[in-house]
C-alpha cells in the first residue's frame, strides 16, 4: 500500500512533443505528489507539486493532473525540448507526521530527440 | 531559495575506513533532513530520517551502527559510513524539509567509492 507504480520505464519523444509519465498510488492518506527531475550525477530537483484538492496544476511547460477517485497523477511536459532528457521521479507523501517520508516512484528515463 | 549542499561531491576510500558527508541547508531551517541511497539507474532508497536534536529513525533493513547520522543543527547533517566495505560504494543524497512544509530539497549527492 505504500507503493508509487511509476511508468513508462523509459520514453522517448521527438523535439517539440509531450511528453507524458504517469503514476498510480494504493494508499488514500498520501496527500502531497511532488515531481522531481534529475540529471546523470546530480541529485533530484523539485519541479512541480500538487496537492489533492486540486485536479490540475500548471507551471510553464510542466503540468501535473490528478485523479483523487482513480489514485493516479500524471506529468505532462508540453514542447518539449532535449534539455528536458533527464530521469523524472513522481513520489507521495502521507499525511500527519513530523517527518512525511516521500515514497518514490521507480523512475522514468526521459530522452527528447532533436 | 531552498539550496542544500554536500561535501564532498565524490570521495575514494579503502576498505575498513570511515567516510563523512556533510549536507547543508544553506538559506533555510531544516528541521528535518533525510539521507537517501541511489544505485545506478535506480530510484532513491530512503535510508534514514533525522529530526534536529533528536536521534535519526532508520528504514528497515539498514543498519545504524554502519550508518551514523547526526543532525546537530538546523541547517547541517552528517552521515558517517563506519568501516566502509565495496558494497556500500553507492550515490548517497541529502534532502532537507524547510520547517514543517511538504516540500523536499535534495543536495547534489555524494559519489562513494570503497576500493
Known amino acids: 500500500q505504500q507503493q508509487v507504480k511509476q511508468s513508462p520505464q523509459s520514453l522517448i519523444v521527438q523535439k517539440g512533443g509531450i511528453s507524458i509519465i504517469n503514476c498510480a498510488y494504493e494508499n488514500t492518506a498520501f496527500d502531497y505528489f511532488p515531481w522531481y527531475q534529475q540529471f546523470p550525477g546530480k541529485g533530484p530537483a523539485l519541479l512541480i507539486a500538487?496537492?489533492?484538492?486540486?485536479s490540475e496544476k500548471k507551471e510553464g511547460r510542466f503540468t501535473i493532473s490528478f485523479n483523487k477517485s482513480a489514485k493516479q497523477f500524471s506529468l505532462h511536459i508540453m514542447d518539449s525540448q532535449p534539455g528536458d532528457s533527464a530521469t523524472y521521479f513522481c513520489a507521495a507523501s502521507p499525511l500527519g507526521g513530523a517527518t512525511n517520508k516521500l515514497i518514490f516512484g521507480t523512475g522514468t528515463l526521459l530522452a527528447v530527440q532533436p | 531559495g531552498a539550496v542544500v549542499s554536500q561535501h564532498p561531491s565524490r570521495v575514494i576510500c579503502k576498505s575498513g575506513t570511515s567516510v563523512k558527508i556533510e549536507c547543508r541547508s544553506l538559506?533555510?531551517?531544516?528541521?528535518?533532513m533525510f539521507w537517501y541511497r541511489q544505485f545506478p539507474k535506480k530510484s532513491l532508497m530512503l535510508m534514514a530520517t533525522s529530526n534536529e536534536g533528536s536521534k535519526a529513525t532508520y528504514e528497515q533493513g539498514v543498519e545504524k551502527d554502519k550508518f551514523l547520522i547526526n543532525h546537530a543543527s538546523l541547517t547541517l547533517s552528517t552521515l558517517t559510513v563506519t568501516s566502509a566495505h565495496p558494497e556500500d560504494s553507492s550515490f548517497y543524497i541529502c534532502?532537507?524539509?524547510?520547517?514543517?512544509?511538504?516540500?523536499?530539497?535534495f543536495g547534489p549527492g555524494t559519489r562513494l567509492t570503497v576500493t
Open positions: 500538487i496537492r489533492p484538492d486540486v
Open positions: 534532502s532537507a524539509r524547510p520547517g514543517l512544509t511538504y516540500e523536499q530539497y
Open positions: 538559506d533555510f531551517q531544516a528541521t528535518t
